[in-house]
């Protein structure tokens, strides 16, 4: 099987604009969580998706915002981007019953300026 | 909420030998803990994982032991290889949620 890939790979960003980031997971899957990575903040929680409902979300701001479609695809958005915003943005696929296993994706590294 | 800490954040060893790094958790309804080595550049790769009915379980040179007691779950490196060289997370999870939280990671280092 194919595994979760994200486009784009690689995004720079002004302050202030949106960005949308893609992610389709392996096929079966239809469980998406989306992480952020940081260097000072590690790896971070941002929402779980199934289902094309929200079923989880972390501690972050409103201006973080996702979706998951019927195919199971997922994307998230971010309004009004932060310097602090500049980050790996990682989403994970799996199964939803039985194996509760994360598969990562390679990940958007996404650049503020 | 859960709360992982992760030790050491560093840990350099020689090729051959062993190596053993910790994580705590803090909600005691945590019953899925699983390891991730991440490679520079690279997505976080699952390696190995442990669920709360099982005190250890090992995987060719990898193993996980969980003592729900304590809170804690370890991994154990033997034999460790150049190309084990990375950094490896720990995580948490309760129930059905597939909200993992990390521990802070350990850059293991093994040394030609």
């Known amino acids: 099987k194919a595994g979760v890939t994200q486009t784009p790979r690689y995004l720079i960003k002004t302050r202030g604009q949106q960005v949308t980031l893609s992610c389709s997971p392996i096929?079966?899957?239809?469980?998406v969580s989306w992480y952020q990575q940081t260097p000072g903040q590690g790896l971070q929680f941002l929402f779980e998706?199934?289902?094309?409902?929200?079923?989880n979300k972390g501690n972050f701001p409103g201006r973080f915002s996702g979706r998951q479609f019927s195919n199971s695809r997922s994307e998230m958005n971010v309004s009004t981007l932060e310097l602090g915003d500049s980050a790996l943005y990682l989403c994970?696929?799996?199964?939803?019953?039985?194996?509760?296993?994360?598969?990562f994706g390679p990940g958007t590294r996404l650049t503020v300026t | 909420g859960e709360n992982v800490e992760q030790h050491p954040s560093t840990l350099s060893v020689q090729e051959g030998d062993s190596a053993v790094i910790k994580c705590t958790y803090s909600d005691s309804a945590s019953n899925y803990f699983p390891w991730y080595k991440q490679e520079l550049g690279k997505r976080p790769q699952l390696i190995i994982d442990?669920?709360?009915?099982?005190g250890e379980k090992k995987d060719q040179r990898i193993a996980v032991t969980l003592n729900k007691t304590a809170k804690h779950f370890s991994l154990h490196i033997t034999e460790t290889q150049p190309e084990d060289s990375a950094v490896y997370f720990c995580a948490a999870t309760s129930g059905s949620a597939r909200q993992l939280t990390f521990g802070s990671g350990t850059q293991l280092t093994v040394l030609p």
């Open positions: 998706y199934f289902s094309e409902t929200q079923r």
């Open positions: 442990i669920r709360s009915n099982v």
């Open positions: 994970a696929s799996s199964v939803d019953q039985g194996p509760w296993e994360q598969y």
């Open positions: 096929s079966g899957h239809r469980s």
